[in-house]
């Protein structure tokens, strides 16, 4: 079955612990990209790649890293989350990432930081 | 730059109701517009898109017209079930801009038996 596989679905850190949060997929796609959703601001895209170890900034970098070591893998690091990073976090995948291609996504990541 | 408004939520019916979900925009060029949305717990899945003007999208029931003039991409159905309970996205992609998808805020639609 095709699809976004993103780990954990859940999980509470406190403040300065580093995480990382995985995200693949089984689709062969060049494009993979990394938004959070917060109430009444809608999805904000953190980081985005177009293929194997190009990565890019999106509107939301801050306070965040990623990696593109491998097609299918696309992890988002917070070397040191702070409060402000609480919130629901998708990865999303697509053929090239361009036109009106479709975009697939993972079923999310909440993240509570204390 | 390129941008999209939506109404806001929650919009709250009752089982076979009509529904209207508005969406503006705003972008340089033709951009291409989608509807997405997001049920309970999962992520976004694409509902239909428009590539042109007056062209029409349709998926499950659902439908949105892309009018150039209005510059406007809103969701209708004839007849809502509570399985359509969701957050509904509206989003563009433009091509002269930052060859990105942007997304509208989302509505909520709450459909009570």
């Known amino acids: 079955e095709a699809q976004v596989t993103q780990n954990p679905r859940y999980l509470i850190t406190v403040t300065g612990k580093k995480l990382t949060v995985t995200c693949s997929q089984n689709m062969n796609h060049e494009y993979m990209s990394w938004y959070r959703q917060d109430p009444g601001l809608g999805l904000r895209q953190i980081y985005y790649?177009?293929?194997?170890?190009?990565?890019d900034k999106g509107d939301v970098p801050e306070g965040y890293k990623v990696s593109r070591k491998e097609k299918r893998n696309f992890p988002l690091i917070l070397e040191s989350p702070s409060p402000n990073q609480t919130s629901l976090y998708f990865c999303?995948?697509?053929?090239?990432?361009?036109?009106?291609?479709?975009?697939?996504f993972g079923s999310g990541t909440q993240l509570s930081v204390l | 730059g390129d941008s999209v408004t939506q109404m806001e939520g929650p919009v709250t019916l009752s089982e076979e109701a009509f529904l209207t979900i508005n969406c503006t925009y705003t972008?340089?060029?033709?951009?291409?517009l989608f509807w997405y949305v997001q049920y309970p717990g999962e992520g976004l899945q694409l509902l239909l898109k428009?590539?042109?003007?007056?062209d029409k999208g349709s998926n499950k029931g659902f439908e949105a017209t892309y009018r150039k003039e209005t510059t406007s991409f809103h969701l209708e159905k004839g007849s809502v079930q509570v399985s359509d309970s969701a957050v509904y996205f509206c989003?563009?992609?433009?091509?002269?801009?930052?060859?990105?998808?942007?997304f509208g805020t989302g509505t909520r639609l709450q459909v009570f038996p």
């Open positions: 999303a995948s697509s053929f090239t990432g361009r036109g009106n291609e479709k975009l697939f």
């Open positions: 972008a340089t060029g033709y951009p291409s």
């Open positions: 989003a563009l992609f433009s091509s002269y801009n930052t060859d990105k998808l942007i």
């Open positions: 428009a590539t042109k003007a007056d």
């Open positions: 790649s177009m293929n194997v170890e190009v990565t």
